[in-house]
C-alpha cells in the first residue's frame, strides 16, 4: 500500500496568514492527489483533485501543486471558516490512502 | 442536486453485523462508482473500498476481505455496506462517498451525512 504522510499534524495560525500544509507519498503517484476539508462533526469536503484542480464552488484562496512525491497545500490570506482539518489522498493505487491530517487552529 | 443520505446510528454487540445504507438522489445512480470510508473517533480517515454500482463490482482493501460486504439496489438508488464480526475498534463514523466522474474510481464527492456505528457490550 502506498503510504500518506502529512506535516505539520497541526499549526496555529491567525486571520490572514498564509498556511502551507505538506503531504508526501512514498512512491510515484503522478498527480493522483486530493485534499478534503473537514470540519468537527461534518462530513470532508473535497477542495483539490488532480494536486492542484480547484473543485468548483472553493475559494481561490485554497491552491494545491507538486514536486515529484511531495504535494502542497496552501491556503492565502486564512479566513475564519477555513479552521479544519485537512486530509490528502491518493488515488492511484488501490487501496486509496489517506494521509493522517494535518489541523488549522486558530492561534 | 447531488444528495446521499445514510441511515441512522446503530449500536451493535461484538461479534455481530451491521448494514449502513446510503440513499443517493440527483443523479444516475448507476453512473458513478460509490466509496465508503470510516472515521474512528478523534481519528483520521480509513478508505474502506468501493462498488460500481452498474455491475456489482467491489474492491475493498486487504484489511477488510471476509469482513465486509457492498452491495446496491439499483430500484432505489442505494448502496450499503456491511460490516461482519464487529469489534470495539470497529466503532466509528462511516461515510459514503460517491466518486467524484463517471470513469474510474478516484475522488469521492460529495459525501454522505455519516452514521455512527458503536460497538459495544
Known amino acids: 500500500d502506498i503510504q500518506m504522510t502529512q506535516s505539520p499534524s497541526s499549526v496555529s495560525a491567525s486571520v490572514g496568514d498564509r498556511v502551507t500544509i505538506a503531504c508526501r507519498a512514498s512512491q510515484e503517484i503522478s498527480s493522483w492527489l486530493a485534499w478534503y476539508q473537514q470540519k468537527p462533526g461534518k462530513a470532508p469536503k473535497l477542495l483539490i483533485y488532480?494536486?492542484?484542480t480547484l473543485q468548483s464552488g472553493v475559494p481561490s484562496r485554497f491552491s494545491g501543486s507538486e514536486s515529484g512525491t511531495d504535494f502542497t497545500l496552501t491556503i492565502s490570506n486564512l479566513q475564519p471558516e477555513d479552521f479544519a482539518t485537512y486530509y490528502c489522498q491518493q488515488v492511484n493505487s488501490f487501496p486509496f490512502t489517506f494521509g493522517p491530517g494535518t489541523k488549522v487552529e486558530i492561534k | 442536486q447531488v444528495q446521499l443520505v445514510q441511515s441512522g446510528a446503530e449500536v451493535k454487540k461484538p461479534g455481530a453485523s451491521v448494514k449502513v445504507s446510503c440513499k443517493a438522489s440527483?443523479?444516475?445512480?448507476?453512473?458513478?462508482?460509490m466509496h465508503w470510508v470510516r472515521q474512528a473517533p478523534g481519528q483520521g480517515l480509513e478508505y474502506m473500498g468501493w462498488?460500481?454500482?452498474?455491475?456489482?463490482?467491489?474492491?475493498?482493501p486487504q484489511k477488510f476481505q471476509g469482513r465486509v460486504t457492498m452491495t446496491r439496489d439499483t430500484s432505489i438508488s442505494t448502496a450499503y455496506m456491511e460490516l461482519s464480526r464487529l469489534r470495539s475498534d470497529d466503532t466509528a463514523v462511516y461515510y459514503c462517498a460517491r466518486d467524484f466522474g463517471t470513469g474510474l474510481p478516484n475522488w469521492c464527492a460529495p459525501w454522505g451525512q455519516g452514521t455512527l456505528v458503536t460497538v459495544s457490550s
Open positions: 488532480a494536486a492542484s
Open positions: 462498488i460500481n454500482p452498474n455491475s456489482g463490482d467491489t474492491k475493498f
Open positions: 440527483g443523479y444516475t445512480f448507476t453512473g458513478y462508482f
